[in-house]
């Protein structure tokens, strides 16, 4: 069964802190990885797509990387303003362009 | 540019009673619309999907259903809520395999 897990479920950095987030995926193929931004009561807002191993994406404070086994959300000097859930989800080779998501993790920046 | 609607935004409804949610997208054609239902602590559940008009797949079996009666138009329906359809519903849009872009999301609680 295709299955994304990301850890942790919930981060809490102080302003500059940096870290990294990790989304695991087992899945027999990979067309694309994508990462969300979500604030609270809102839909996901969209940050990245990531196709192929060795593939990296900046924007701003974020960068994604893809390896064949998972991604890396590393964020660099955080702001309070990053605060929100981060989502991953991967999207399979065949059929239509649906998406398996995994659970989030909340990332809480302190000022 | 493309932007996508939903509505209601906050939907308190009473356990049996029938439930219609819209999702309509302005500035594309013909393209991929999807729901998905996010429960706290769960990650994105991916309900229906459809690839034009009068097309619908379902991922889940449940009490819900799903038309698109115009091209730009998808609409999740229930004719008898339960408690466990509680829960924040998210409309989402692509072109072909292309990024999914999400709207801002109804909140629904069944009481």
């Known amino acids: 069964e295709d299955q994304v897990t990301q850890s942790p479920e919930a981060l809490r950095l102080q302003e500059g802190e940096s870290s990294s987030l990790n989304c695991s995926y087992t899945?027999?193929?990979?067309?694309?990885l994508f990462w969300y931004r979500q604030d609270p009561g809102k839909g996901p807002e969209f940050l990245f797509t990531?196709?192929?191993a060795g593939e990296e994406k900046e924007k701003e404070r974020l960068k994604a990387t893809l390896t064949k086994k998972e991604s890396f959300l590393h964020i660099t000097a955080p702001k309070p303003e990053d605060s929100a859930t981060y989502l991953c989800?991967?999207?399979?080779?065949?059929?239509?362009?649906?998406?398996?998501f995994g659970k989030g993790t909340m990332l809480l920046v302190s000022p | 540019s493309q932007t996508i609607h939903q509505w209601p935004a906050t939907l308190v409804q009473p356990v049996g009673s029938p439930l219609s949610l819209e999702c309509t997208v302005e500035?594309?054609?013909?393209?991929?619309l999807y729901w998905y239902r996010q429960a706290a602590g769960r990650g994105l559940q991916l309900l229906f999907y459809?690839?034009?008009?009068?097309?619908i797949s379902s991922e889940v079996p449940q009490n819900l259903s799903a038309s698109r009666p115009q091209d730009r138009q998808f609409i999740l329906s229930s004719k008898k809520l339960l408690l466990s359809d509680s829960g924040f519903y998210l409309c989402?849009?692509?072109?072909?395999?292309?990024?999914?872009?999400f709207g801002p999301g109804t909140r629904l609680l069944v009481l």
């Open positions: 989402a849009w692509n072109r072909a395999q292309e990024t999914q872009y």
């Open positions: 899945v027999s193929g990979l067309r694309g």
């Open positions: 990531l196709y192929s």
């Open positions: 989800a991967v999207q399979l080779p065949s059929g239509y362009s649906t998406l398996t």
């Open positions: 500035g594309t054609s013909n393209p991929n």
């Open positions: 459809s690839v034009g008009i009068g097309q």
